[in-house]
């Protein structure tokens, strides 16, 4: 990942957890409630943003690129998509990442993706996923 990539994706991974985790809260009251034009977009805009990142080979379900705005998803069902994205994020995070002694840090490419450096960028350890 380029330095940039690993800004967005910073970035992004801490407005899906706090997306799931507002989520999370709406489907305990409703699960079966539906989104509103605002909060899909928003979410759209998220997934946009994801795909780009994850690109086709990292995407967590193949063909899927956002929701429909005509027919708006239930609380559940964006919950579930979203918890899929931060799954498929937190596989690109780790495998591009490395632990020397302690401390996980970043790979970095160049522009054109040829070039892999270790860095300094400090990271937290992989989630749920066994330490390479």
Not at 48 to 72: C, Q, V, Y
Not at 91 to 101: F, P, Q, S, T, V
């Amino acid at each position: 990942m380029t330095r940039n990539e690993i800004s967005e994706f910073e970035a992004l991974q801490g407005q899906m957890e706090s997306l799931h985790q507002e989520l999370s809260t709406l489907v305990k009251k409703n699960p079966s409630g539906l989104l509103n034009k605002f909060k899909l977009g928003l979410i759209n805009s998220l997934l946009t943003r994801s795909n780009a990142l994850l690109r086709d080979e990292g995407k967590p379900f193949k063909g899927f690129t956002e929701f429909e705005s005509d027919t708006l998803p239930s609380n559940s069902d964006v919950l579930l998509v979203v918890g899929q994205y931060l799954s498929a994020l937190e596989k690109l995070r780790a495998d591009n990442i490395y632990k020397e002694y302690d401390t996980w840090y970043w790979y970095f490419t160049d522009a054109q993706g040829k070039k892999r450096d270790q860095s300094t960028k400090e990271t937290a350890p992989p989630k749920n996923i066994s330490e390479r």
